[in-house]
């Protein structure tokens, strides 16, 4: 079993910046790939940033330019630096990773953190 345990949300006003860190852990094996999705109220979940094994990032369109997702392969620890932080950034931010033996793994959840941006 594997499980991933986030933490760095809490309340932010706007144009600050936040840190979430997702510390992985238990049968892991390799992991592949390392993503953060966020669900804000009424709306679907959305992925936000992707990282490869190889350090390779993709973003979603609305946060390029101001996340940045990076991870410790040493320690499973995936991270999302958020910064100019907008009210719409507002969610529930949850960490996934793809992990197994083999390509392409098993998908794994994070508990998810509240992140809030107000004034």
């Known amino acids: 079993q594997v499980q991933l345990v986030e933490s760095g949300g809490g309340l932010v006003q706007p144009g600050g910046s936040l840190r979430l860190s997702c510390d992985a852990s238990?049968?892991?094996?390799?992991?592949?790939?390392m993503r953060w999705y966020r669900q804000a109220p009424g709306k679907q979940r959305e992925l936000v940033a992707t990282i490869t094994s190889g350090g390779s990032a993709g973003y979603a369109d609305s946060v390029k330019g101001r996340f940045t997702i990076s991870r410790d392969n040493a320690k499973n620890t995936v991270y999302l630096q958020m910064n100019s932080l907008k009210s719409e950034d507002t969610a529930v931010y949850y960490c996934?990773?793809?992990?197994?033996?083999?390509?392409?793994?098993?998908?794994?959840w994070g508990q998810g953190t509240q992140v809030t941006v107000s004034s």
């Open positions: 996934n990773i793809a992990c197994g033996r083999a390509w392409p793994g098993d998908m794994y």
């Open positions: 238990g049968s892991i094996f390799t992991i592949y790939l």
